[in-house]
């Protein structure tokens, strides 16, 4: 599950391949998609989009990071966005996260429960970089009046994990993930007229999320998706890319500043096949522009970087191993999955 793994290598190879041989074949009358310096692009996008999605890309990418970073510094942000949603934060610690986020100190052992206790039973969130962030936006507001400063609700439904014991248990909190934030979104941000940008794995800003062999029943609706229908609105979804080599779909995207930002409607970006960003096929087919709005580009995939699995320090922790352990123990394959070994080994548990 972690993005770092080496086993997605050979996959991202064959996949670059096909995308290489496929590309040839798009026609040379589609007119190039076009770089943009991508944090006035996205603080443009408010002016017509109460919510924009920003796809993390791969989790816990450290060049993703850096640019949301820079996003959410840059002086005209408050003046344009009132609210973040994030993923990476358990609902049930929204007071608590307001009152930090707005300067109030905290305990760090409290203030971690906001990202180890997401749905996610795996050390999805524990990497530094999540915790950074939410220091950096309360930085941010440090510097600026009550009534502007920027408000970071929480996406991830509020799980109560003394109260989940099986894997039946964690398996309706899961389902319920992109239903949640869509409430949530409408409730705190569109309906009081507010604009937010969202940041979640890319998969949930798709506009059909059906794959092809799929089961046929069951709700395929993605969080994109359900805030569009739920509140009425046109949401505009960022794919940041960490897995395409771009430049393979379009050549001059090698002499593109690092970072850009591209839309793709109309473009040979736009008209690929989305299996050839997402390696597998959608059904019906779609293509990239019926999917997303935009792609991040962070440069050639052989440059993105890792944050570590988590904090170093919290291997130390025999409170938090044990936790972990307990509930990835609730995961399919248990102790005996590739999460639980990778974490097991990160932390040199026996």
């Excluded at 096909?18 to 076009?34: D, F, G, I, T």
């Amino acid at each position: 599950m972690y993005a770092a793994s080496t086993s997605v290598a050979p996959a991202l190879a064959i996949l670059t391949l096909v995308v290489s041989v496929s590309c040839s074949r798009l026609s040379l009358a589609e007119p190039m998609a076009k770089p943009l310096e991508p944090v006035a692009a996205i603080l443009e996008a408010f002016q017509t989009h109460q919510v924009v999605a920003l796809g993390e890309g791969l989790h816990g990418n450290e060049q993703g990071h850096a640019f949301r970073l820079a996003l959410v510094r840059d002086s005209r942000f408050p003046t344009v966005v009132d609210d973040i949603v994030v993923e990476f934060g358990n609902a049930r610690y929204q007071p608590l996260m307001d009152r930090f986020i707005s300067g109030e100190d905290i305990p760090d052992r409290e203030l971690r429960r906001v990202w180890q206790d997401t749905t996610m039973p795996n050390p999805l969130f524990d990497s530094p970089i999540y915790e950074e962030f939410f220091r950096s936006v309360r930085d941010v507001n440090a510097s600026l009046p009550r009534e502007r400063q920027v408000r970071v609700l929480l996406g991830d439904p509020p799980i109560q994990w003394e109260h989940v014991t099986t894997p039946d248990a964690l398996q309706e909190w899961i389902v319920a993930r992109d239903r949640h934030a869509a409430d949530l979104v409408h409730r705190e941000v569109l309906s009081k007229g507010r604009r937010a940008l969202a940041i979640w794995g890319d998969g949930h800003f798709r506009r059909y999320s059906r794959w092809r062999g799929s089961p046929p029943e069951g709700n395929h609706d993605t969080l994109a998706a359900l805030i569009e229908r739920i509140g009425g609105t046109r949401v505009l979804t960022v794919w940041t890319n960490t897995t395409v080599e771009l430049e393979k779909l379009q050549r001059d995207v090698r002499s593109w500043p690092v970072p850009s930002l591209a839309l793709v409607r109309g473009t040979r970006l736009g008209k690929l096949n989305f299996k050839f960003y997402a390696g597998m096929e959608t059904d019906p087919p779609t293509q990239m522009e019926d999917q997303y709005d935009a792609v991040l580009h962070l440069g050639p995939v052989s440059s993105i970087t890792f944050s570590k699995l988590v904090a170093p320090a919290l291997c130390a922790d025999a409170e938090y191993t044990r936790m972990r352990l307990t509930r990835l123990a609730l995961q399919p394959g248990g102790l005996a999955g590739r999460d639980a070994v990778e974490f097991k080994n990160f932390c040199n548990l026996q």
